[in-house]
């Protein structure tokens, strides 16, 4: 029996942050549509093995690299790495991150740092990486924040203003990468039921979502849905654009 061939067969990804919550269930899903997957993780190897074992029982190579973004060196390095135990590298996701919050009057330098390092640095560096070893038809996804746009409580200066930057770097890349046929697009969750931010006794859960007009949370497996999608040949025509998942929180 002829297997029905899968949007992603014969593609390679790298998601960083991928060992939990969004960036796992991206890893799983694109490993779902057919792809090998790299993924990255700062701190906890077994979890991220837990989700290369998850693609390898779907018949999909995986690739643990341990990796922090707030270092210059390393997301480059990850890049390079996925590439070549995969021999090609057709999609990065962007998808490390912290979430910094607080007084304004606390915010310290070196905070402010590694949250720029971390949000915009890494994924900067590692696209430039990323792009050496891509064709056309290549793919940048990031993963950004419906707070990038609307900050919907005080505390949240320093990580709106990261993940808003993730906004020009979008669409520079798209102006750049365009003439190589290479698409990069920027995801926007709203508040996710993840272990960081748990829809069901999380603090602030159900401040956050009385914000939106469903009335409920997302689930990391909603992102999952919607960087697939940008990731699919189906989404070739998609560049340089901000797509908000987010419940309605920003309606």
């Keep these: 029996m002829t297997r029905t061939p899968l949007p992603l067969d014969g593609k390679a990804a790298l998601v960083t942050g991928g060992s939990r919550g969004i960036g796992a269930a991206v890893a799983r899903r694109l490993a779902a549509d057919g792809a090998d997957v790299a993924l990255t993780y ?22 643990t690299i341990r990796a922090d973004s707030a270092d210059a060196h390393d997301p480059v390095t990850a890049v390079d790495r996925a590439a070549a135990e995969f021999g090609r590298l057709d999609i990065l996701v962007n998808n490390a991150g912290i979430f910094p919050s607080g007084p304004l009057e606390e915010v310290t330098v070196e905070e402010i740092d590694r949250t720029l390092a971390i949000h915009v640095r890494a994924a900067l560096l590692g696209t430039k990486a990323a792009v050496r070893h891509m064709t056309a038809g290549g793919r940048v996804i990031s993963i950004g924040s419906n707070l990038a746009d609307h900050a919907t409580m005080p505390g949240i200066t320093l990580y709106s203003a990261s993940k808003a930057a993730l906004n020009g770097l979008t669409r520079g890349l798209a102006r750049d990468l365009g003439p190589r046929g290479i698409t990069a697009n920027l995801v926007h969750p709203g508040s996710t039921d993840t272990e960081m931010n748990p829809a069901d006794g999380g603090e602030g859960a159900d401040f956050q979502r009385s914000l939106t007009a469903l009335g409920r949370y997302g689930t990391a497996d909603g992102i999952a849905h919607t960087v697939a999608h940008l990731a699919s040949p189906d989404a070739g025509n998609i560049t340089g654009t901000s797509v908000l998942v987010d419940a309605g929180t920003n309606a």
């Design 42 to 63: 700062a701190a906890s190897r077994s979890r991220a093995e837990e989700v290369a074992e998850d693609i390898r029982a779907l018949g999909r190579r995986a690739l």
